[in-house]
């Protein structure tokens, strides 16, 4: 393949090709075939898959417990410029030779920020022209960009929830600057995750205050962005905790009674990340389920937890029953609406040969790509829909449809159940619909 850049940083690793279940490549797809078309789509336009900067070139593995145990070749240069250049070939890179399409983005993970705001926009500049170099030579694309507003100490109290004005002040600087390298960059969307946006202890929270001044920035960055022309879609990512106790998005559900409240719903859906889900008590599918009930079913960020630890622990996606029931609801729901699939998913900290950045997004697109098939086989070919739609059928006729159709008082309830008797008891069905699931998997 053509390299983009000067250096080639994945030494003796070419393009991922598609080789089918039966290859022993370690590093081929299994079963993500780009071009084969799945429920009237090639999985490469259901899918977007998109590297995320963050965890796929800046995150070297350190925890509470130890420093960074990888040793990334684009992390090398002395000169801030020369090394977020590297790290943008490095990207390039990788996205092409994975035949991804997208990247995701915080501002401070393009270059590190600098000791004025002046300075760091001036780097943002400065790499953001370069990006639209690589973005054109490329033909790759920006799912989404957003800003680290949880990182820096200024922003330990939060960022538009800050009970401080000038800190709030400062988010929304940053995130102008977030927004016009988006922008500049044809970004498809923009992603609001709520950071520190949430509350350690509700004894020193004027939680209304902190919500209602969210919405007015929420408001104020969107109107921004449409008056730059901006067309995309802005996203909320929900997140129950970590790192604040109670974050404000908490679920779906949560940021979607937000959006609404604060007059967003036309402009806003949601990214709906699997760690988050399940750190809110929550499936993945009913997080989507929940979006997608509100039209709101924007973008997901691809991930997984652990069973037996509670907090984001952000590994690549392996389970294809899980996400095949994910993928019932992205299919039947008709997809994403604008956004794609983001693998916010990271390494383990002790899996530190560069090879194993390439497996990891092998095998979290190859997950999606069997859930996908098996979602598809259960609609097109098993008996799922029919029985499901037989459950619901006491409302396609008779009083069920005119209960449906808003014919009936409540007194009409009242004088229908009295001349009925006990309802029939009526299975479940559970373990059929389980079975069908794993039948076509
Ligand atoms: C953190 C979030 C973050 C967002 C982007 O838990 O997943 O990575 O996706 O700020
Ligand atoms: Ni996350
Ligand atoms: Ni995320």
Redesign the pocket.
Same mark, same amino acid.
């Given at each position: 393949m053509a390299l983009l850049g000067d250096k080639e940083f994945f030494k003796g690793i070419g393009d991922i090709k598609y080789e089918g279940w039966d290859s022993d490549n370690p590093l081929a797809f299994k079963h993500y075939n780009p071009d084969q078309v799945v429920a009237g789509k090639t999985m490469r336009d259901h899918f977007k898959f998109a590297m995320a900067y963050?965890h796929t070139l800046c995150g070297t593995g350190g925890d509470p417990f130890g420093p960074g145990t990888k040793s990334f070749p684009w992390a090398t240069s002395g000169d801030t410029i020369r090394a977020a250049k590297d790290k943008a070939d490095a990207a390039f890179e990788f996205i092409t030779k994975m035949g991804f399409g997208h990247y995701c983005f915080?501002d401070y993970d393009l270059v590190d920020e600098a000791e004025t705001l002046s300075k760091s926009e001036k780097r943002i500049q400065e790499i953001v022209a370069y990006l639209q170099q690589k973005q054109k030579a490329s033909g790759v694309k920006l799912l989404w960009g957003?800003s680290n507003c949880f990182s820096h100490p200024r922003y330990m109290n939060g960022a538009a929830s800050n009970p401080n004005f000038d800190v709030v002040a400062r988010a929304g600087a940053q995130v102008k600057i977030a927004l016009d390298a988006t922008i500049a960059l044809n970004g498809e969307n923009y992603?609001f995750?709520g950071g520190r946006e949430g509350y350690m202890s509700l004894l020193n929270t004027d939680m209304k205050r902190e919500q209602d001044n969210i919405g007015r920035f929420l408001n104020m960055a969107k109107d921004y962005a449409r008056s730059q022309g901006f067309k995309g879609t802005f996203f909320v &990512?929900p997140?129950p905790m970590e790192p604040t106790k109670h974050q404000y998005d908490f679920d779906a559900a949560t940021s979607i009674n937000s959006i609404r409240e604060y007059g967003l719903e036309n402009d806003f859906k949601l990214n709906i &990340?699997v760690n988050?889900a399940t750190l809110a008590q929550h499936t993945f599918q009913h997080e989507l389920q929940v979006a997608a009930n509100a039209g709101m079913l924007g973008s997901i960020?691809a991930n997984r937890g652990d069973y037996q630890n509670g907090w984001?622990t952000d590994q690549f996606p392996n389970n294809t029953l899980e996400v095949a029931e994910a993928m019932l609801v992205f299919l039947k729901s008709g997809g994403l609406q604008g956004g794609g699939i983001n693998f916010?998913a990271k390494t383990r900290r002790n899996s530190t040969d560069l090879e194993d950045i390439f497996l990891a997004h092998i095998g979290g697109a190859d997950t999606f790509a069997r859930a996908l098939l098996t979602a598809d086989a259960v609609i097109q070919q098993s008996p799922y829909e029919s029985i499901l739609h037989k459950r619901y059928s006491s409302f396609d006729s008779g009083k069920g449809a005119d209960f449906v159709a808003g014919r009936l008082s409540f007194t009409d309830l009242y004088d229908y159940a009295s001349g009925q008797g006990e309802p029939e008891q009526i299975s479940g069905k559970q373990e059929l619909f389980e079975n069908i699931l794993n039948q076509y998997t």
């Open positions: 963050w915080h957003t992603v995750w &990512e997140k &990340e988050h960020d984001d916010d």
